[in-house]
């Protein structure tokens, strides 16, 4: 039924993809315990199951790409330390070439 759906919509899904799609939204799911998969897809092993939990391409660069955003965030909120008695701190900053704050 599902292929001759498929077919009359010009659709290229097959079960397979349909499975394989609700796999991964399950395994990534939180709230869904991987074992709760694991029977849901029928697998003997665990392993089996955990083999939707390879990230997309798409997530792995989303996640870099947050975590990168949250460390430039950090470092501008950090305070820069005061020099040693007896270096001023603009000295400082041409040496090291900083702008002055």
């Known amino acids: ?4 759906a498929a077919a009359k919509t010009g659709s290229s899904a097959t079960l397979h993809a349909l ?3 609700a796999a991964c939204r399950m395994a990534e799911d939180p709230a ?9 897809l029928g ?3 665990l ?12 997530e792995v660069i989303r ?7 949250e460390q430039v965030r950090q ?6 330390p005061a020099p040693a ?3 001023r701190p603009e000295t400082l900053d041409v040496l090291f070439g900083r702008q002055a704050p």
């Open 85 to 87: 008695p007896g270096y």
């Open 1 to 4: 039924m599902f292929e001759r």
């Open 43 to 45: 697998h003997a092993l």
């Open 47 to 58: 392993t089996t199951t955990q083999l939707y939990l390879t990230p997309r391409k798409e």
């Open 32 to 40: 869904l315990p991987l074992t709760d998969v694991q029977f849901v």
């Open 19 to 21: 499975r394989y799609t």
């Open 63 to 69: 996640r870099v790409l947050a975590h990168h955003s």
């Open 75 to 80: 470092a501008r909120q950090r305070a820069r």
